[in-house]
């Protein structure tokens, strides 16, 4: 679109339909939701630029769960505020404060001051509750919300009371006078409050329709988006929507490709676990093939020790015939339930030493002729008390029968550094999938196996429900200690993980 702005400077901006729809809809609480790519960024920027401009004094709030992504999508790169502003910049109508993630616009009313009184743009995260007091006493006129599904519905609930033109009226000849105050919650369909943005939006609205509710300050309008909305994108990187279609998870290619709120969640590993592609007969390992104990803790909750292999290479014979895995490919050939067989919530409630008798008395019985070597363990069970005491200490006492002067003799710590569950699970998604075709001995890249006899493995991991507020999650609560063990696994690869220098007794 054209437009000159109060600077007499021409703003040449292409809006897509529904982007126009959005800066022109009167004022409301509108959802921008759906696919990635949509280019509900930028209209964001795009909105807070217009509108600074046409309304001298408008305070908008531009708003992110972290700062980190906030800076990147909004003061950094081709798009962002810096390329979008910098005729104003040039001309000294505009600055940008990269230290307070402000921008400030020349276009007060005083004369002596212009700078007094004009519109600014705040860039904010909120990744805390001390961050969304910090705008308590703020009036929001115009409230853009990026990524807003990451933010707590709580924190959500706080900015729309802020939401609020205060004693500023817009000037009567802006052509965007009756679009304030607004507040846009731009985001695809996932996140920690997904299900609030749906039941408020997409489950009741017809797209499109801007409806007053009953009990809501504002009109509500649901505009739902597309990657194909967006030229721009389309024209700069025509493979995007390739790359989106070949997701591995069907319910991320859901929401991502096709932004659809209302897909079936299932398990976390619904169409990347396969029984027929990723459980592999029970088979005789090489000789001389070195095995990994992995392992977390449990006493009132099941513990579980999980046995894996990592293929170099060699040959491995399955029901009489020679398959060939690529390097670096896991397999799981053996386990440990450490809990109660009738009840399967309920851990066995023994002491760590007995847990260590528990294991060795299993490796005796089933892996007597195999070279079990350290995999990944648990890191908590390092953490030493004020006794300068940890629990593997106690462990390897039950598995040898006596003090171990190496700490490191049974396990390797796996400390879960933040975000390590969800990276866990999508690469155990990804080697999941490069495994489908094995007998066709068509593997490109190392995949994830677990063979038929690990039956309590094959009754939690493939199950494992999805966290509705959290897609790549599962959800709080459930039993996940072999899902926990095996992430371990695919995430060091090999047993060479952190090792603790030995303590000598």
């Not at 060939?324 to 050939?333: D, N």
Request: with cysteine; proline share 6%; hydrophobic share 35%.
């Amino acid at each position: 679109m054209g437009l000159t702005s109060s600077y007499d400077i021409p703003i040449e901006l292409n809006f897509q339909p529904k982007q126009r729809l959005i800066l022109e809809a009167p004022s409301s609480f509108i959802l921008a939701g759906g696919a990635a790519g949509g280019g509900k960024s930028w209209v964001i920027r795009a909105m807070a630029y217009i509108y600074s401009i046409s309304m001298p004094g408008l305070q908008t709030y531009i708003i992110r769960r972290e700062l980190k992504s906030l800076v990147q999508s909004y003061l950094a790169g081709d798009g962002g505020f810096p390329v979008m502003l910098q005729p104003l910049v040039d001309a000294k109508l505009c600055k940008i404060n990269y230290s307070t993630n402000t921008i400030s616009f020349k276009n007060g009313g005083a004369k002596r001051n212009r700078w007094a009184g004009g519109s600014v743009i705040r860039l904010i995260h909120l990744s805390s509750q001390a961050a969304i007091e910090s705008i308590t006493g703020a009036e929001l006129g115009l409230a853009l919300i990026d990524e807003s599904s990451s933010l707590p519905e709580e924190y959500i609930q706080h900015i729309i009371t802020r939401v609020r033109l205060g004693s500023w009226r817009p000037p009567e000849d802006s052509p965007y006078k009756h679009c304030v105050p607004k507040i846009v919650g731009a985001t695809n369909p996932s996140g920690v409050s997904r299900l609030w943005w749906k039941k408020k939006f997409v489950d009741v609205l017809e797209p499109y329709k801007l409806t007053k509710v009953e009990g809501e300050s504002l009109p509500l309008l649901f505009v739902p988006s597309l990657a194909i909305d967006n030229d721009a994108l389309m024209q700069s990187d025509p493979g995007y929507i390739e790359r989106l279609r070949s997701m591995d998870d069907e319910v991320k290619r859901q929401m991502y490709l096709y932004g659809n709120w209302n897909v079936d969640l299932d398990a976390l590993f619904t169409n990347s676990f396969k029984e027929s592609e990723n459980k592999l007969p029970q088979f005789k390992l090489p000789a001389g093939q070195k095995v990994y104990r992995n392992f977390d803790w449990g006493s009132s909750a099941p513990f579980a020790v999980i046995y894996n292999i990592v293929c170099d290479g060699t040959a491995i014979e399955i029901e009489d015939k020679k398959y060939y895995f690529p390097k670096g490919t896991i397999i799981i050939v053996d386990e440990i339930f450490g809990g109660d067989p009738h009840n399967l919530e309920k851990g066995l409630g023994i002491s760590d030493i007995q847990i260590g008798e528990h294991i060795r008395k299993y490796e005796l019985e089933h892996l007597n002729h195999v070279n079990v070597l350290p995999g990944a363990g648990d890191g908590a069970i390092y953490t030493r008390d004020n006794n300068k005491h940890c629990q593997v200490e106690d462990i390897n006492r039950g598995f040898y029968g006596r003090e171990m002067y190496d700490i490191n003799c049974l396990f390797k710590p796996f400390y879960k550094p933040a975000g390590s569950r969800i990276e866990g699970y999508s690469k155990m998604r990804s080697m999941f999938v490069a495994g489908h075709g094995w007998k066709n001995q068509s593997l490109t890249s190392p995949a994830l196996f677990v063979t038929s006899n690990c039956r309590y493995w094959l009754q939690q991991v493939p199950n494992l429900p999805r966290d509705p507020k959290n897609i790549d999650d599962c959800s709080k609560g459930t039993r996940d200690e072999f899902a926990d063990v095996t992430r371990y696994i695919v995430l060091t690869n090999s047993p060479q993980v952190r090792t603790i220098t030995a303590s000598v007794y």
